[in-house]
T-cell receptor
């Protein structure tokens, strides 16, 4: 069975401070990991996926297979980063089904 | 731009009513999904479909059914709505080769 754990329901940081949103997963094979974001009153959208190895809006995430983690990081938080963030996993041959974590609400304070 | 639309943004129904939630995508995606989104629980997969007339149960299919008569349309049906089905319902689609799932704006269903 595949599982995604996001231990923090709410993360509050000051503008300019570093951000780390934690994500751990459980999967027996080689998963594909994603971060999705939902800004206020907007639809859920992809932020980044591990195979792209990109930095999007200053965010990066590295897949650590040893620790089964895929933490989302940004060196300097901006007010516009305030949103709900979901970590998600897709297993191979699963019809592209996603298993989501419970989400972390990021609040960036001035 | 991929567009996934859902028939209603807000819906209020009474217990026992039959409820239809419609989702349409315009990018010829084979795979479509229905999730419900609840605070503290994240998104949970209800049903998905990888082709017309094909469907598979997700993690929480009880109390729901689906219909996929055309490639672009995926309907979620609550045969007899109950108060514990009050939630935000999200539809999504993706190409079979994988990548990004594109989400609709969501339907907030309240069952009284």
């Amino acid at each position: 069975a595949q599982r995604v754990t996001q231990p923090e329901k709410l993360l509050s940081v000051f503008k300019g401070a570093p951000v780390e949103l934690k994500c751990n997963y459980s999967y027996s094979g080689s998963p594909e990991l994603f971060w999705y974001v939902q800004y206020s009153r907007q639809r859920l959208q992809l932020l980044l996926r591990h195979i792209s190895r990109e930095s999007i809006k200053g965010f990066t995430a590295d897949l650590n297979k040893g620790e089964t983690s895929f933490h989302l990081k940004k060196p300097f938080a901006q007010e516009e980063d305030s949103a709900m963030y979901y970590c998600a996993l897709s297993g191979r041959g699963g019809g592209n089904k996603l298993t989501f974590g419970t989400g972390t609400q990021l609040k960036v304070e001035l | 731009d991929v567009k996934v639309t859902q028939s209603s943004r807000y819906l209020v129904k009474r217990t026992g009513e039959k409820v239809f939630l419609e989702c349409v995508q315009d990018m010829d995606h084979e795979n479509m999904f229905w999730y419900r989104q609840d605070p503290g629980l994240g998104l949970r997969l209800i049903y998905f479909s990888y082709d017309v007339k094909m469907k598979e149960k997700g993690d929480i299919p009880e109390g729901y059914s689906v219909s996929r008569e055309k490639k672009e349309r995926f309907s979620l049906i609550l045969e007899s709505a109950s108060t514990n089905q009050t939630s935000m319902y999200l539809c999504a689609s993706i190409v079979p080769s994988g990548g990004e799932q594109f989400f609709g704006p969501g339907t907030r269903l309240t069952v009284l």
